[in-house]
Every structure is written in structure tokens, then in C-alpha cells.
């Protein structure tokens, strides 16, 4: 089955830079990778998502890039905000036999957001 | 309006006392997800449908059974459950492969 693994598990910047979390997932066959902000006694909720024949995909401060070849896709933001702070999960969907629409999560990235 | 609905959000129970949680949906997707959270931890898969097709992952204790009726709803059984069933469930819906997935709010249980 799919798995995904996420880097790093805690991040910490200032108000105004950049952040970027990495993921790799090991099933060829998962053509969808989303991205979950969850808040403290929140549920995970979608703040993008990229598919298989898309190499990069950009919303307002947030974007994601996905290497096919090298089975890794990355969260980026910029111009980071305090409201920003939360645990970052990335995820992929396998489309392979037992696999078949199973979301799988990587660990989660806690970023904090310093002002 | 609430798309992804569970009940109860909070919900205290003795070990070993059978619970069930459920959760609703508004939606019409065809898959249904369960999830346990723990603390600081990422969602663990429990099961997941695609309509009424039924998938147990090879980890799932034996003790969590699911149901599904209908595509509205979806239930989760905990037969007996320990200490270590204490987690937050977290029901999640998406129409169909490589569509985005939508939370309900989560139970929160407790063992007592």
C-alpha cells in the first residue's frame, strides 16, 4: 500500500518568510496529492491540491509542486502570517487495487509562525 | 451549512461498553473514510467505502466494525472499548477517486 512521508515535523519562522514542507509517497500509481491545514480541536481542511499531470500549482500565497518522476511534492508559502500556524498534513491517493481511493496522511508538519 | 456531519461531537464511555459513533452526509459522495486521531498524531485509516464496497485496513483491530446503509450514512462500532480507543474520529466523504475529501467535525471519545 501507499506511503507517504513527510519532512519536517516542526518547522518555526518568522512572520514574513517562507515555509516549505516536503513529502515523498511510494506508490507510482497515486495521481492525487492534497494538502490539510488542521487547527487545534479542528477538523483537517483542504488548502490545495495538485493532480498527477500537473507539475505546480499556485493559490494566492500558497502553491505545491509535484515530481512524478521523483514521487516527492512540496507545499510552499510565502509571506507567512501568525494565522498561518497549524499542523500541515499532505496526502496522496492510491488508484491501484486494494489501494483504490484510499487517502493516506503523512505524519503532519507543525509550523509556527513567530510575529 | 454542514456538509459532513457527526454525532456526537463529544462522547464519554465506560471501558468495555459498546459505543457507536455515526456521521452523516449531504453530499452524495460515493466514498466514506473513518479515521483515529490522536494526539499530535496524523489520521489513521480505519476503513473506507466506495458506495457499499468495503474496505478493512490490515490494521484495524478487530474491535472497530463499520456499517454502511446507505450512502448517507456510515457508522462506527467500538465493541469493547480500552483506554486506548480514546481519540478523536474524524468521518470524511469525496465523491468518487482524486476528489477532495471533506471532514466532519470529528468525535471526540473518552474512556472511562
Known amino acids: 500500500g501507499e506511503n507517504v512521508e513527510q519532512h519536517p515535523s516542526t518547522l518555526s519562522v518568522q512572520e514574513g518568510d517562507s515555509a516549505v514542507i516536503k513529502c515523498t509517497y511510494s506508490?507510482?500509481?497515486?495521481?492525487?496529492f492534497p494538502w490539510y491545514k488542521q487547527e487545534l480541536g479542528k477538523r483537517p481542511q483542504l488548502i490545495i491540491d495538485?493532480?498527477?499531470?500537473?507539475g505546480e500549482k499556485k493559490d494566492q500565497r500558497i502553491a505545491v509542486t509535484l515530481n512524478k518522476t521523483a514521487k516527492h511534492f512540496s507545499l510552499h508559502i510565502t509571506e507567512t502570517q501568525p494565522e498561518d500556524s497549524a499542523v500541515y498534513f499532505c496526502?496522496?491517493?492510491?488508484?491501484?487495487?486494494?489501494?483504490?481511493?484510499?487517502?493516506?496522511f503523512g505524519k503532519g508538519t507543525l509550523l509556527t509562525v513567530n510575529p | 451549512d454542514a456538509m459532513v456531519i457527526q454525532n456526537p461531537r463529544y462522547q464519554v464511555t465506560q471501558f468495555g461498553k459498546p459505543v457507536t459513533l455515526s456521521c452523516s452526509q449531504t453530499?452524495?459522495?460515493?466514498?466514506m473514510y473513518w479515521y483515529q486521531q490522536k494526539s499530535s498524531q496524523a489520521p489513521k485509516l480505519l476503513f473506507h467505502?466506495?458506495?457499499?464496497?468495503?474496505?478493512n485496513e490490515a490494521d484495524t483491530p478487530d474491535n472497530f466494525q463499520s456499517r454502511r446503509p446507505n450512502t448517507s450514512f456510515c457508522f462506527l462500532d467500538i465493541r469493547s472499548p480500552g483506554l486506548g480507543d480514546a481519540a478523536m474520529y474524524l468521518c470524511?466523504?469525496?465523491?468518487?477517486?482524486?476528489?477532495?475529501?471533506?471532514f466532519g467535525q470529528g468525535t471526540r471519545l473518552t474512556v472511562v
Open positions: 470524511a466523504t469525496s465523491h468518487r477517486e482524486n476528489t477532495e475529501a471533506f
Open positions: 506508490d507510482s500509481a497515486s495521481n492525487y
Open positions: 495538485i493532480r498527477s499531470n500537473v
Open positions: 496526502a496522496a491517493i492510491g488508484n491501484s487495487g486494494g489501494s483504490n481511493y484510499k487517502l493516506t
Open positions: 453530499l452524495n459522495h460515493n466514498v
Open positions: 467505502y466506495y458506495d457499499k464496497d468495503f474496505n
